[in-house]
């Protein structure tokens, strides 16, 4: 692994508005970047009191006009939410204007409840269309030929990288058969990661895109100077994450080591297996859980993701991971 990657979810903190949570992603991505982040994604959720990110491709321009070699992407966009045709000149556009430095990974699931979905798509299709509307949005984004009667302009041309993005053996299988690379979102739904990349590996098929399987992996870090303060400043992923849990979603709650002491044993079970993808501690601790992690699996990149209610902690936790993989 030579990469090393960032994934921000755009965490709207308590006792802070939604401006400050998109001020806080461009700085956060201006750090990443002198950090020596490879590349710096943000996903896409509708109706979520406690992110941020759903105009993704506006925060997107935001993010790739704040710096300037860093590749800057979606991970993902939910394709089912959109028509291909717009997704294609949407990321043609931001390709064009910021140097190919695009990423556009591309999610199957809706990223938020049903009831969103339907105000989102309107008219809820039957049936799974997904494989085809990536392969349309890929044409879209190809060298079309100057008699085809519907072309992305901007976008054609553009061939900006697509990435299939998954947390089940569903999406390894899609970009293997596809030839695209291929991202697990083992940062809160790791359980089926090692297998996810096995059939991903063994079943990639070569495409003009990609000779060779491409693999990220996705996991959570929190750092900080000692183990205890990064596992004080985790308290606010977990009480988030229980609240999932429990569908009681709201803003990243203020750090409390008496809060997880406090939650009920099922919930914070089913937290620590979601989040048990992850590097938490000081410098040394953080060198030792990421060797394991990449040992283990092997990803051609390494992709990290925290989420942490105070900014200026936030930035000093991913500035200490990346010191750590830059090491490794």
Known sequence: MTRYSLLDLAPVAEGHGVDEALANCVSL????????????????????IGIASSATAVLIGQIAAATKEMRVGAGGIMLPNHAPLMVAEQFGTLS????????????????TDMATAHALRRHMQQGDTFPHDVQELLAYLGDMPEGAPVRAIPGMGTHVPVWILGSSLYGAQLAAHFGLPYAFASHFAPDMLEEALHVYRTSFQPSDTLAEPYAVMAASVCAA??????????????QAFANIVTNNRGKLPKPSLEAVANMPYPVRAQVD???????????????DQISALITRYQPDELMVTGMIHDQTSRIRSFKIAAEVMRGL
Do not use: F
């Open 29 to 48: 991505a201006v750090a990443a970047e002198k950090a020596g982040y490879h590349r710096y994604w943000v996903a896409e959720h509708h109706n979520m």
């Open 96 to 111: 064009l204007m910021h140097k190919g430095r695009i990423d556009l990974g591309l999610g199957r699931a809706p990223g």
């Open 225 to 238: 100077e000692s183990d205890e303060e990064a596992a004080y400043l985790r308290t606010s992923q977990l």
């Open 273 to 287: 297996r979601m989040l048990s993808c992850a590097a938490v501690g000081g410098p040394a601790t953080l060198k």
